[in-house]
């Protein structure tokens, strides 16, 4: 298995509803208070690959991240710029994030 | 430290957390602490030759316009607000806008500039003086809706994207000005379309007088972004797709031609 980019030092693990889930530390990502910091990161560009429980906020350009994995149906908020989502296939067998307005 | 997560709050609650002057002072806390004038004091500052300081000047300047027209534009809405977040947010921002013209004219102190005001008049980009003018007619008229979109979607997204592509050729001292107000429009263009948004979905006569209204700015926004890649060099190849930001947000909210 290929290092995942979203799972920190204490790594992913399996939960009882079958997904992955990841102990989350702070990264460096400042723009929210202390409490919410470890759910965003800054995002690298086109190349920064995410992790299964990572999305990319369409609005802001900031990844959005999780303790488990994300699976299709899943809500997420992007606190940064206060936008909700909810996450859908992107049609070629992958995940987004798609604006809930 | 709280292990709730974020997604598992409700929408309303959410928007209560957010929107709220405690988000805010716990958001700047973390990337405005001990950077007086929106940099820190160990930041070297760099010489600039000549062509590129008049141009930083010029840029300022209209940022300068900008964060003016925002300023005006804000304190003016918190009374339009329909809702005590929306009240509490505009309040936010009103403090956000007036910081980033502070940081500014004190960049064009450091540049030299001892009159800003009358340097600002000399070298404000016209149609975005038009659009300042556009935007306090909005908000004069009490028209919520289309002063927000005018002023959250439309210039904020623009000012969000045109500080992105400066600030990633930008000196050090503008480029950590540039990231601490970066941050700030985040809150500000992620609220205005996320308001516009679920009033365009309640309101199908709204998105028809928004599309009016983008079709009256359009023009002075690709006028704007035309002027703004040409003082901050941004041509050839690599160069960023200005418009792309503002075109992608337009389109989330249905508003494209």
């Known amino acids: 298995m290929t290092q995942d980019p979203g799972a920190d030092s204490a790594g992913a693990s399996g939960s009882s509803d079958g997904r992955r889930r990841y102990e989350l530390e702070d990264v460096g990502f400042r723009e929210v208070p202390k409490r919410w910091r470890k759910f965003y990161r800054h995002w690298g560009g086109p190349t920064d690959e995410l992790a299964p429980n990572e999305m990319l906020c369409p609005v802001c350009k900031v990844i959005v991240r999780s303790v488990r994995e994300f699976r299709e149906g899943d809500r997420l908020y992007c606190m940064p710029c206060m936008t909700r989502m909810v996450v859908v296939s992107d049609g070629n067998g992958g995940l987004i994030a798609q604006v809930v307005f | 430290m709280s292990n709730i997560e974020p997604h598992a709050l409700g929408a309303e609650a959410f928007f209560d957390e957010v929107q709220s002057f405690e988000f805010w002072f716990g958001a700047v806390e973390g990337y405005l602490t001990d950077r007086p004038f929106g940099h820190s004091s160990d930041t070297v500052d760099v010489a600039l030759d000549d062509v590129r300081r008049d141009r930083l000047i010029t840029t300022l300047c209209n940022y300068c316009v900008g964060e003016t027209a925002a300023l005006e534009g804000s304190s003016g809405l918190v009374r339009l607000a329909p809702n005590r977040n929306a009240k509490i947010f505009m309040a936010t921002q009103v403090v956000d806008e007036a910081r980033h013209l502070e940081v500014f004219l004190a960049r064009l102190k450091d540049l030299g500039v001892d009159d800003a005001e009358a340097e600002i008049q000399r070298r404000a980009n016209p149609l975005l003086l038009d659009f300042k003018d556009s935007l306090l007619e909005l908000v004069d008229a009490g028209e919520w809706s289309s002063a927000v979109f005018a002023q959250n979607v439309i210039l904020e997204t ?31 263009f992620g ?49 960023p797709d200005l418009s792309r930001d503002y075109m992608d947000a337009v389109s989330r909210l249905g508003l494209g031609q």
């Open chain 2, 158 to 188: 623009m000012e969000f994207t045109v500080f992105r592509a400066h600030e990633r050729t930008a000196d050090p001292i503008t480029a950590e000005v540039l990231r601490g107000v970066i941050s700030d429009e985040r809150r500000h």
């Open chain 2, 191 to 239: 609220f205005g379309e996320n308001d516009i948004g679920r009033r365009v979905a309640q309101d199908p006569d709204l998105r028809s007088r928004l599309k009016d209204l983008r079709t009256r700015f359009d023009a002075m926004v690709v006028g704007v972004f035309d002027d703004a890649v040409g003082e901050l060099a941004l041509t050839g190849e690599g160069a």
